[in-house]
């Protein structure tokens, strides 16, 4: 179809299965128009009245709709209405007549009858108390339990009475269940015809629900009395329209808390906003992926099944009144930040948020604990101090993120994770616990930041190394478990030789610190980082002055000086000769050299990468040393 947009007004129009490229309806009147199973990437919806349109199953890839009108239709706003009135005032009749029924039990002259009625109040009382203190579904059973362990004992004791008081009794067994039932239907029926008004007419809500309700209570109520015996009229009159606001005011705050968000109300808000987004804008099963909703008014909305991948919320309105059941959507706190882009100090541990987006959004210290943030839009975000430890980012976008002091330990990256221009001035390897409170800071000198590009030069051999792990079936977590690292950065290109001197100096020094080499990374010509294996008690960040200290002294060393150190550490030579030549060949490739140890268990590994190399292959089993140069990796699972 061709692109034909010219007019302002496309109300009811079908596009049904049709496939526009890159259509512009922006400012148009598209009220109740059908573009179900449609392909409209990247369309222009800005500023357009989308109410009571179709988007059902449709291609919405990069869609704007930025500032768009959803919701209802003025026809069915008043239809809603008219229905919501007539809910209300069948909850006031049903309400109504059941506290009439009581107030006729109640002060009756029958046999038992009163105390039977009595019971039922003292019932209903109870579903009162655990409905506001514990939600609806606990009242319900509750009171279930309690209404038959009572009615069984009465069946007992009903045995030993005379044939007429026995018949009365069986009569109350059998109707005050009913009546019960009926006041609970009608106060339940009440909550959820208030949410829908207030959803649908908003301000004038309770003055629909309270013409609906006396429209239907005050009939019943007389209807009730006729025809019966109580001891006094007026004083049954009054009690049961005093029961019978008590129940409205139930409704009220059932029906206001439901639309709150309190959980203990979550199946009467579903239901109040499927009813309410019947026929509001419609985005059921569509693809979402990449669409911009910012300051779009979205009540009345249905989301249901929709691919809400990367969608950006910022500033939208209303979308607590939208059908977002089974989305990220659905948690109020996870809504909360898509829409401000505030998550300072939140906590999301363990939440599934594929997909979500939160570009430039200050997560200043938030907590992302076994988080899964797959797919996610984390550009530009703020995540200085979060907690991603074990949090999953596979294929996340984290350009331009701000990661200082972020606690990083075994958060889930991958070649797709995009980590490009981070900036950050250090990180946390681990959470800190009672056993070992050291959180593993990286750069391990205290008082040294990471210069630009350096947390990206950092984690890309990680990155490698995760690979072939995964290759080797290693499960990395075990690998870091078994020791801490002490990474020795050069920055400004490295002496060889003074670098090996410096470290077997320092391997004698600490003896206690254990230290072995893992990896010689050298990303770039003018940066290489040695990167060792340390026991757990050492100070790393005495460690690292002390090597510092030793190579600027060893630099400047002249050669003859530097042969005659080498006799004197004869015992050492061979050692250092080896590390000078992996140094050399680290710093000439760009590439790393591996030596990983878990726990003894698995062996050593080498692999040297040379030239430019995206990744590593499987270097074999992992029997003894293996050392492999490489030239492109398999495709990544």
């Not at 109707?175 to 019960?180: F, G």
């Not at 797919?375 to 907690?387: M, T, V, Y």
Request: proline share 3%; glycine share 8%; charged share 20%.
């Amino acid at each position: 179809m061709a692109n034909n947009t010219q007019h302002t007004c496309f109300r009811g129009r079908s596009y049904r299965n049709q496939k526009i490229l890159n259509p512009d309806f922006s400012n148009a009147d598209m009220r109740g128009a059908d573009f179900t199973d449609a392909t409209l990437e990247s369309a222009n919806f800005s500023h357009v009245d989308l109410r009571g349109v179709s988007f059902i199953n449709a291609t919405l890839v990069g869609a704007n709709f930025n500032d768009a009108n959803a919701g209802l239709t003025l026809r069915w706003t008043v239809l809603l209405a008219v229905g919501s009135l007539l809910l209300a005032v069948l909850s006031g009749c049903i309400v109504g007549y059941a506290c009439g029924a009581f107030g006729t039990f109640l002060f009756s002259t029958e046999v038992l009858v009163p105390q039977l009625s009595g019971i039922a109040l003292v019932l209903l009382t109870l579903f009162g108390f655990f409905m506001i203190r514990q939600g609806l579904g606990v009242a319900l059973g509750v009171l279930a339990i309690t209404m038959a362990v009572v009615m069984i004992l009465f069946l007992v004791l009903s045995k030993a009475s005379p044939g007429e008081t026995l018949f009365t009794l069986l009569s109350m067994i059998i109707l005050q269940p009913v009546m019960l039932a009926g006041a609970l239907a009608g106060t339940v029926l009440g909550a959820l015809t208030l949410a829908v008004a207030e959803l649908v007419v908003r301000r004038f809500s309770l003055l629909l629900f309270g013409l609906g309700i006396l429209t239907g209570a005050v009939p019943s109520i007389v209807e009730a009395f006729d025809n019966s015996t109580t001891l006094s009229l007026p004083i049954a009159l009054a009690g049961a329209g005093i029961l019978t606001v008590i129940l409205v005011l139930l409704s009220v705050y059932m029906g206001r808390q439901c639309l709150r968000g309190n959980k203990n109300y979550a199946l009467l808000q579903t239901i109040a906003i499927f009813i309410a987004t019947f026929k509001g804008t419609n985005f059921s099963q569509a693809n979402l992926t990449d669409a911009s909703f910012i300051r779009a008014n979205l009540r009345h909305t249905k989301f249901s099944q929709a691919i809400l991948t990367r969608t950006y919320w910022f500033n939208a309105a209303h979308l607590e009144q939208s059908l977002i059941s089974g989305t990220y959507l659905e948690k109020s706190e996870v809504r909360e930040v898509a829409i401000t882009l505030n998550g300072r100090n939140a906590k999301f541990d363990h939440y599934d948020l594929r997909g979500v987006n939160l570009q430039s959004a200050d997560l200043t210290k938030a907590s992302f604990v076994g988080a899964n943030l797959s797919e996610a839009n984390l550009r530009e975000a703020n995540l200085s101090g979060a907690k991603l430890a074990q949090a999953q980012l596979y294929r996340a976008s984290l350009t331009h993120a701000t990661l200082t002091g972020a606690y990083i330990q075994d958060w889930g990256i991958s070649p797709d994770t995009h980590l490009e221009e981070i900036e950050c001035d250090y990180v946390f390897m681990r959470l800190p616990t009672e056993d070992d409170p050291d959180v593993c800071r990286k750069p391990d000198n205290k008082r040294q930041k990471f210069e630009k590009n350096d947390f990206s030069d950092f984690i890309a051999p990680l990155i490698k190394m995760l690979d072939i792990y995964r290759h080797q079936n290693i499960d990395p977590r075990e690998v870091g478990k078994s020791f801490k690292t002490l990474d020795l950065y050069h920055h400004d290109g490295i002496d060889p030789k003074a670098a090996a001197i410096a470290f077997t100096q320092l391997t004698q020094e600490y003896p206690d610190a254990d230290l072995e080499i893992v990896s010689l990374e050298g990303p770039a010509e003018d940066k290489v980082n040695i990167k060792a294996r340390v026991a757990g008690t050492a100070n790393r960040d005495e460690l690292n002055r002390r090597y510092f200290a030793a190579y600027q002294e060893l630099q400047t060393l002249p050669y003859s000086d530097l042969q005659s150190l080498l006799t004197g550490m004869q015992a050492k030579e061979q050692e250092i000769e080896r590390l000078n030549k992996l140094l050399m060949i680290a710093l000439e490739a760009r590439g790393f050299y591996i030596n990983v140890k878990a726990g003894g268990d698995i062996g050593d590994v080498s692999g040297l990468t040379a030239g430019n190399v995206d990744g590593i292959v499987n270097p074999g089993n992992i029997e003894g040393n293996t050392e492999n140069t490489v030239a492109k990796p398999p495709d990544a699972s």
